[in-house]
């Protein structure tokens, strides 16, 4: 094993990966396998940084310098999602992967065994452990962020080596999407993903072998170094294009379990009221029979729970595409019960489903209130759903419902209707 990789599995620290594991509510083990599963894939990204980014990354790794891994860790025990150190590490993170985290946070938790809300956290984690070590490094060397590119090109094979062996056990499968019936197999989906992500990734990094076998050749005329550029620049856009291809097919589903809750428009209160689609009849095991429409939760989750291939999960989400609150509040809108009362229909008939609600919201306001409003709006619906006659035992035993703030959405918030639509409540299908 190389020195760099030696180093950055030394990053991730015992401190650091118990105070992770107790923050994110996940195993020990799980979160070590998580961090030394992501901080190649984050170097890696960084070795092959198109040059328009360049000052705006460099920048950040210096501002890193003024905070050490010890108060990350403290941020990290007391929840300080507003820190110096992690706001750092979460630009960083934006401006390394673009819109694809949700793309990447789904194959770490895959790969580890963590949620995807874990895998999204420690990925802003090890991304500020990283801009901390990388500025130090260039701090104490008095180097530039050119001389750290440079450095890290001469571990591009190491940087190869450790990604192949940790993703080989998803690249290899090949077996393709199962859509019949409109039944989406979670599995399948995860796995033509992965094969999306991973042969890009290292197509990028021998892509920077070539720009160091340029520079090995003496070519040092400025059509040689422009030609390098162009090199690291292509090779980060093709990753951007594979990923964005992945994600614009793959992360809907595997966000919403399918259900499409894109199609709608916009009310006098700025409320997203999604397109149903044709009524529809559910007739359900018990004999009880549902009035629905197609695409909706109820039909999407009938089918799920029917599908014997299809497989319960952390990261199996279905959002709610009929249910309102009053503004700013965690009490439910009267007239959008219909949903809510076919859900606690299916809940009944199959007993042996277990569920966890999620509650989100847009990214307008302090974030800190939004994940207070998320966790009272899916406690709501949580206590409606038992007051209908659901049984606790319907629910995760550990957390029944979770408030998760502005993480996670699945529209642009840059637009009333992307924040309209990000405002919503989901439900995870745990068991079956």
Known sequence: MSNLINTLKALATKPLIDASAQALDEQTPSIHKAYDSVLPLILARISHLPSEKHAMVSDLLRQATTTQSDDLIKDIQQQNNESVSLNIGNTLHTQLFNQNTDSLNHLIAKETNIRAESAASLLTIATTLIAQWLGHKMKSEQLSLNSILAWLGQHQQDLNTVIAKQYAAYTNQTTPINNTNNNINMTEIN??????????????????????????????????????????????????????????????????????????????????????????????????????????????????????????????????????????????????????????????????????????????????????????????????????????????????????????????????????????????????
């Not at 993903?193 to 021998?206: E, Q």
């Not at 040689?224 to 992945?246: F, H, R, Y």
């Not at 042996?352 to 899916?378: C, F, H, M, P, Q």
């Open 191 to 432: 796995r033509g993903k992965n094969k999306w992500i991973f042969p890009v990734l290292i197509l990028a990094l021998l892509g920077i072998g070539l720009f160091w076998w340029l520079k090995g050749c003496n070519h040092t005329s400025n059509e040689a170094e422009s030609n390098a550029t162009a090199v690291i620049d292509s090779a980060g856009a093709s990753i951007d294009e594979a990923v964005n291809k992945a994600a614009s097919t793959i992360d809907t589903a595997m966000t919403n379990g399918g259900t499409d809750i894109s199609n709608g428009s916009l009310d006098e209160f700025g409320n997203w009221i999604a397109t149903k689609g044709e009524p529809t009849k559910i007739k359900l095991d018990n004999g009880v029979e549902i009035e629905a429409f197609k695409g909706s939760l109820e039909d999407k989750l009938y089918a799920f729970i029917k599908d014997p291939g299809a497989m319960p999960g952390k990261d199996i989400w279905f959002s709610f595409d009929d249910l309102l609150f009053e503004s700013g509040k965690s009490v439910l809108k009267k007239g959008f019960e219909k949903q809510l009362e076919n859900t606690c229909e299916i809940l009944k008939a199959y007993p042996d489903v277990k569920i966890k609600l999620g509650g989100y919201t847009d990214n307008e306001g302090d974030s800190t209130k939004n994940v207070t409003l998320s966790t009272a709006r899916a406690k709501t619906v949580y206590q409606w759903m038992i007051g209908k006659g659901v049984t606790k035992s319907s629910f995760d035993e550990v957390k029944p419902y979770e408030g998760y703030g502005p993480q996670h959405p699945v529209a642009d918030n840059t637009s009333p209707e992307g924040r309209a639509q990000n405002r919503r409540i989901s439900l995870s299908v745990r068991a079956k």
